[in-house]
């Protein structure tokens, strides 16, 4: 069945680090792909997206390309602050009868100063 | 933007009762709202599609008469956890997909559930 796998966290980082957090997914069809964000206490929020192969979706400093055929959505951001710090989740939409969101596990990313 | 609220944000109820979950879009119509289910460190596992005035639709082992859904109108779902059990203690989040977009769902912060 369709879905999503992303690596396991917590991912630790220092201020001003690199960010990589891996995300592939399993779709029969041709999704759309998204990362949510989910700050503490509050609900997910889209952070980027992107509908079709070699698109690349970027917000806030985050970025994340659609990689067909390595049905990969990396998300990727070059230098993270302390106020990155939060559970981020990879996702992908199928459309044509199912329309509904599938989620990875999440990510928990705590950067510290 | 778009705001998605919930009520209550935690709740403890004691086994055997019911207990009721709101979730309002509070600035936008939402003729269809999803409700989520997610066990720590897990993934949110939909549970049902609530479609304004209508049945909602439920996904594969999620039991219909447990979980009630009711969307009565286009800012309002809610969730009723019928005879509560320990085993439904669990994060519920819900989510409001705006009037005419395939995929934009905005999320509420999500309502702790937890049965004694």
């Known amino acids: 069945g369709d879905s999503v796998t992303q690596m396991e966290g917590p991912v630790t980082l220092s201020e001003e680090a690199f960010l990589t957090i891996n995300c592939t997914y399993t779709a029969t069809g041709y999704p759309s792909l998204f990362w949510y964000v989910q700050y503490p206490g509050e609900g997910l929020q889209l952070l980027l997206k992107?509908?079709?192969?070699?698109d690349k979706g970027s917000n806030k400093g985050f970025e994340a390309t659609y990689r067909k055929e390595t049905t990969s959505f990396h998300l990727e951001k070059g230098s993270v602050q302390v106020s990155d710090s939060a559970v981020y989740f990879c996702?992908?939409?199928?459309?044509?009868?199912?329309?509904?969101?599938?989620f990875g596990a999440g990510t928990r990313l705590a950067v510290h100063p | 933007g778009a705001v998605v609220s919930q009520h209550p944000s935690r709740v403890i109820c004691k086994s055997g009762t019911s207990v009721k979950i709101e979730c309002r879009s509070l600035?936008?119509?939402?003729?269809?709202m999803f409700w989520y289910r997610q066990f720590p460190k897990q993934s949110l596992m939909l549970m049902a599609t609530?479609?304004?005035?209508?049945?909602?639709?439920?996904e594969q082992g999620v039991e219909k008469d447990k979980f009630l859904i009711n969307h009565a109108s286009l800012t309002l779902s809610t969730l009723t956890v019928t005879s509560a059990h320990p085993e439904d203690s669990s994060f519920y989040i819900c989510?409001?997909?705006?009037?005419?977009?395939?995929?934009?769902?905005?999320f509420g912060p999500g309502t702790r559930l937890t049965v004694t």
């Open positions: 600035d936008f119509q939402a003729t269809t």
């Open positions: 989510s409001a997909r705006i009037s005419g977009s395939a995929y934009e769902q905005y």
């Open positions: 992107a509908t079709k192969a070699d």
């Open positions: 996702a992908l939409y199928l459309s044509g009868g199912y329309n509904k969101l599938i």
């Open positions: 609530s479609n304004e005035g209508s049945k909602a639709t439920y």
